[in-house]
């Protein structure tokens, strides 16, 4: 969801103080490696909790961006997006230079594909897509089989369970078909289970039966054999009764032969309650040891309902965001780490909650933010580890 909201003087001089307060110590940084021999990068591994440093460009060579590193690393760094923001330049110039990742807000949805049955409008989906190719970013396809943003024309409808199946076959092939090739992970069922673990008995288990799951996996393979096919789900990304949930889920698909290739942690997070990096770790491990690949999908952290100054916030929230880039880099199968938005303007929460938040990378003058140095120093470390 889009929103728009105004910054007041108050804000931009706590961040312009906050931003020189770091460049200040960065030089310091930079003056005292000057004096090392060379590197590929001029911070050494330091890990990130009381404060986050960050990186100017210096007169002979800037710094590597984001992006740069995770094509180093051969990790997915994305974000979600929309056609609509493609046409701000300034939008534009930070994605392509700090992202190798995107993934379609909603612009993919059934509801906003198929406003009547049997006819289908791309024009929106292609934009995004044509623009991932002419900037050599990868996709993610975000999402093919969800309870929620349907059209009318299927929820309002009363049909038999065989002429629910036919729907829902035609769409996933009408969909991942015309994509074939293009899109490398597809979030093939999204948000299937309760708190506790259990099948939600959604509009499509109500329809088709628990086994609509299985069946949305094997269609969308016969679709595209290429692409990797994920179970997409909230709150289950530490251990606790839905992750649980989640791994008996995709243990039986796999013991069924159901083509599944990895699970997505979405990460709506608060800054109050974040998960345990050991147990995110512990999870991670189990579905590597089932052979599946994970992904972060629609990370963001909330602040508006946590304690402290808005500055110690900030700090706190790039503390997060840098043990999960961390968890995430050193799991032999999780191999990518999306944002649910680009910057602080463009996140869906105010207008959820009706709350002002910052939850992404970058604020909403488009400068980076310390949750952004955080995951920064997080894939520098990684690749410095990884050197001789």
């Not at 995107?102 to 409008?121: F, H, P, Q, T």
């Not at 970013?137 to 969800?146: D, E, I, N």
């Not at 680009?342 to 959820?352: A, N, R």
């Amino acid at each position: 969801m889009q929103y728009t909201k105004n910054n007041s003087k108050s804000r931009k001089s706590d961040t312009n103080t906050l931003f020189i307060c770091f460049s200040s110590l960065l030089v310091c940084l930079l003056v005292l490696a000057a004096c090392k021999p060379a590197s590929n990068f001029a911070l050494t591994p330091t890990p990130i909790r009381q404060a986050t440093i960050t990186v100017e460009p210096t007169a002979s060579q800037a710094p590597p961006t984001l992006r740069q590193l995770a094509d180093q690393q051969k990790w997915l760094v994305g974000t979600a997006s929309d056609p609509a923001y493609l046409t701000n330049p300034q939008y534009t110039a930070l994605l392509d230079a700090e992202f190798n990742g995107l993934v379609g807000e909603n612009v993919m949805k059934w509801g906003r594909l198929s406003v009547e049955r049997g006819i289908y409008d791309f024009s929106k989906a292609d934009v995004l897509m044509d623009y991932a190719a002419r900037h050599q970013m990868a996709v993610r396809g975000h999402t093919l089989v969800w309870d929620l943003q349907l059209p009318d024309w299927l929820t309002q409808s009363i049909l038999t369970r065989d002429e629910y199946k036919v729907i829902l076959k035609e769409h996933i092939t009408t969909v991942v078909g015309r994509y074939a090739g293009r899109i490398v992970a597809w979030d093939v069922v999204n948000e299937p289970l309760d708190a506790q673990g259990h099948l939600r008995q959604n509009f499509w288990f109500q329809a088709i039966g628990p086994e609509y799951i299985l069946l949305a996996f094997q269609w969308a393979h016969a679709a595209d054999p290429e692409a990797q096919l994920f179970l997409n789900e909230s709150f289950a990304e530490g251990l606790n009764e839905k992750s649980q949930g989640v791994y008996a889920l995709v243990s039986g698909m796999l013991e069924k032969g159901v083509p599944i290739h990895g699970v997505g942690m979405q990460m709506h997070l608060r800054l109050e309650n974040p998960p345990v990096p050991e147990d995110v770790a512990e999870n991670m491990q189990r579905l590597a040891e089932l052979g599946l690949k994970v992904h972060i999908t629609e990370l963001d952290v909330r602040l508006q309902d946590a304690p402290g100054s808005r500055d110690g916030k900030l700090v706190a929230q790039g503390v997060v965001f840098e043990d999960l880039a961390r968890t995430c880099l050193a799991a032999e199968n999780c191999e990518a780490f999306f944002t649910w938005g680009l910057t602080d303007h463009y996140s869906w929460i105010p207008g959820m909650t009706g709350k002002d938040d910052e939850p992404l990378l970058f604020a909403e003058n488009w400068q980076p933010k310390p949750a952004y140095w955080a995951v920064y120093a997080a894939l520098r470390d990684a690749i410095l580890a990884a050197q001789p």
